[in-house]
């Protein structure tokens, strides 16, 4: 089992950035690939951005340039760096981590808000 917590949420304005961390515990060992979801109010759970053991990377539709997935390997932790946030950017973000036998953990969720 992977247990996942997540961190750096909060209040930005439009047009700020925010550092999103999440750190992995457990059978870290295992994990093959960490990921970012979010969901806003009354809408489905969307993919944000993954990141591989080999570091490479994939996007949501017309987030990359405006958000960058980042992992430490060594502190078991990925990070997802938001840049020029808009309104509509504002949701729960919440850490995936997918295991090599193909099991998903997912952490709590950490609020994001973007709004003047």
């Known amino acids: 089992q992977v247990q996942l917590v997540e961190s750096g949420g909060g209040l930005v304005q439009p047009g700020g950035s925010l550092r999103l961390s999440c750190v992995a515990s457990?059978?870290?060992?295992?994990?093959?690939?960490m990921s970012w979801y979010r969901q806003a109010p009354q809408k489905q759970r969307e993919f944000v951005a993954a990141?591989?053991?080999?570091?490479?990377?994939n996007y949501g539709n017309s987030l990359k340039g405006r958000f960058t997935i980042s992992r430490n390997y060594a502190k078991n932790m990925v990070y997802l760096q938001m840049d020029n946030l808009k309104p509509e950017d504002a949701a729960v973000y919440y850490c995936?981590?997918?295991?090599?036998?193909?099991?998903?953990?997912w952490g709590q969720g950490t609020q994001v808000t973007v709004s003047s």
């Open positions: 995936k981590s997918l295991s090599l036998t193909l099991r998903d953990s």
């Open positions: 457990g059978d870290v060992s295992s994990i093959s690939v």
């Open positions: 990141i591989t053991n080999a570091g490479s990377t």
